[in-house]
Nanobody
Framework: QVQLVESGGGLVQAGESLRLSCAAS????????MGWFRQPPGKEREFVAA????????DYADSVKGRFTISRDDAKNTVYLQMNSLKPEDTAGYYC??????????????????WGQGTQVTVSS
């Protein structure tokens, strides 16, 4: 059974940084693409970043380009989201996700089959 567990959220001031982690278990992590999504209060869930199974392909939402970096450590079965220069509008629940199929890159518009429970990020002004 695939499990995703996010951590690293918290309350920070504008301009500060946070690093989110998502630990995966239940299958061979290195064969699957990963993604980060967020859901601001009262809004729909939105794409943040994605990374393919090799780590060579990444995509970002325009709103986070240049500030956020997605990466993966296959030895630790973990995907990270480094978030710098945080803004109040980054406040949201952050969720990691992975695909059901191996060697399938979902990017921003594809299908993710498994989701974590989320971690809250709050940025104060």
């Amino acid at each position: 059974q695939v499990q995703l567990v996010e951590s690293g959220g918290g309350l920070v001031q504008a301009g500060e940084s946070l690093r989110l982690s998502c630990a995966a278990s239940g299958r061979t992590f290195s064969n699957y693409a990963m993604g980060w999504f967020r859901q601001p209060p009262g809004k729909e869930r939105e794409f943040v970043a994605a990374i393919n199974w090799s780590g060579r392909i990444t995509d970002y939402a325009d709103s986070v380009k240049g500030r956020f970096t997605i990466s993966r450590d296959d030895a630790k079965n973990t995907v990270y989201l480094q978030m710098n220069s945080l803004k109040p509008e980054d406040t949201a629940g952050y969720y990691c996700a992975t695909t059901s199929r191996s060697y399938y890159y979902a990017g921003s518009r594809g299908t993710y089959g498994y989701w974590g429970q989320g971690t809250q990020v709050t940025v104060s002004s």
